[in-house]
């Protein structure tokens, strides 16, 4: 008898063991199962549209065209082969069905993780505090606790706090915690509506510290500085994803972005707007007045105003600075806040500079116009006097002459001094009113002492000019008040002189230190003297020779010697050479360090005489027969004995000592 498949109903062999349609394993039926000595029960028919076959549980669809008996049972009717159409629908199904059962065994997984965890989104947990000015914000990312918003917003959120529930409690801990993330919540009534995973306070406590524990946020360090409105900074929350799961915790969205925006414009500051600088009085006398009245309150609450310059005593063209100082400091970002607002200002324009005008000019004088240095002395010790006759009345009043000390002593020929001449301390501003100035502060000049001054001589080249009456003056005058004198110059005649014929000059002679010009030299002027005699009642001729000394020899401005000493001596003697041997040319004006030089004949000649001057190796007359006597050169102050034919006629104490 045929058989069909239990599975899909396809007709089958009586000894197919499987289905050729489904490929199902098939079951053995009675027919072509072995013969068993003892038939098994028949198991109860049951009175349902579905049935089991004998011996199992399996399901068997009915068929149209079976028949079903009176006691409920079915009574297959025979089965055509399905088509390939029909198989292919069957399979569709099975894979429909079963697709649908692992989608919901995923959706189950999915239901049950989900109520297993807490998850949380990460953006929840963190703010972003924002501070400064647009343009040069900065950003600190930190946990939205209500600490932080205590620490961080407490200007920012302190209006809404005013007009919360929380400001008639003075409840400032509770609004801070009302502005925190519900995650982490000190409240209990928030944590427990955020924490339904959790059944105790305890367990939420311990979560949300291991939630901070174990979370970070990672942001670029630059996209928190200078910050403007509409900048975006990105956050990545950094965690440890399965530590967290083991305290049943997920996070959701652990990257967003944060928007820039409240920064505010901040106030620039001028504190010279509304400044002016005035000036007034004379040219280098002139004073100034800054005025900052027009400066608006907030700025003058904000700076104050120094002069770092010189202020009065100003001149034209001069500059006055104003510095501005701020009692805040700019912050590393440029600006500061105060009293809730935010400034900034310039930092380098905090100088302003004034330069001068509008002073009265004045007139420029030159203080040595017209002053006069005279000199007083002899070089190298030269003295100089600066003489202010010729100045103007204006410099005489007000303008002062310095000079450093000893400056203008111990001069010589060559030598400079510098004379600074300026404005009268007590009188300056005198000075400005009557419409002068000099042209600066100071003003100097350099005197160069000139080569017509008075030099003591060191070589008898300088002399370039030679005043006999003067010069002689005292030498002749000593000789010519010797008439009817027996000794002159201490030096024994032999007779009275009657009459002195003539006085003629020889050469000179200068002893002066080898080293540096100075007083201590001596001048020797040589000559012969012709005399007239009275001897025994006759009249003899004769003629001397004689050596005037003259200490610190000099020459004036005009090159003419003159001397310093006001006391000359002078000798005679019957013999030029020995005299000049015995006077000049010795061991002691010859020694190391002296310097002897010979003038020929001096510049310009003459004598009182008006006789011509004899040569130089002309002798002097030897004595007579005629009674007159023979004498040497003497030493002086000391005096030959006089003949005793004439003992009246002894020299006396002022004869021994010429004047």
Sequence with gaps: MSKFCGNCGAQLDDAAGFCGACGAKQEMNAASAPVQQEAAPAAPQQNSYYGASAGNNSFVPPVVGDAVGSDGSIAAAPKEPMSPEKKKKIIIISLIVAGVLILGLIGFLIYRNMTKYQVIDAQDLCMVYVDGINGKGTATVVFATAENYDRYFEDEIYEEFKESEFYEKYDWEGFCESKASKWLSNDTKIMKKAWDKFDSKSDMKKAQTKLMELIEFEVDEESLQNLSNGDEIK?????????LKKKNIKLENTEFTFTVEGLVEPIVLDPFAGTSMTFEGADGFGECTFDNSGVADEIKSL??????????DLSNGDVVTIEAYCWNSLNSDGYFEYGGKYYTYDANALKKDYTVSGLTELTVIDPFENLTVEYDGICPNLDAKLNKDACSQIVKDYIEFDYEYGALQDLDVGDTFTVTATVSYWYGEEFANAGYKLASEEVTKTFTVPENVSVYIQNVNQIKNFNEDEFMKAVYDDINNKVGS???????????????DSIALAKGYLVAPAEVAGSGNTYYQTGRIKVTLEVDGAN??????????????????????????SWI??????????????RVINETNQAEGKLLTTLDKVPVGGNNAGQDTPDEDTQVEEPTDEGTTEEGTTEEGTTEEAPEEAPEEEATEEEQAAA
Excluded: P, Q
């Design 540 to 565: 003899k001729s004769k003629t001397l020779a004689f050596v005037a000394e003259f200490d610190k020899a000099y020459i004036d401005e005009t090159g003419t010697l003159r001397s310093d000493d």
């Design 235 to 243: 956050v990545k929350v950094k965690y440890k994803e399965e530590k």
């Design 569 to 582: 001596m002078y000798y005679l003697s019957d013999s030029m050479d020995a005299l000049v041997a015995d």
């Design 486 to 500: 027996s000794y002159v110059g201490g030096f024994s005649l032999g007779g009275k002189i009657a009459r002195i």
């Design 303 to 312: 700076f104050n105003y120094n002069y770092t310059t010189n202020y009065y």
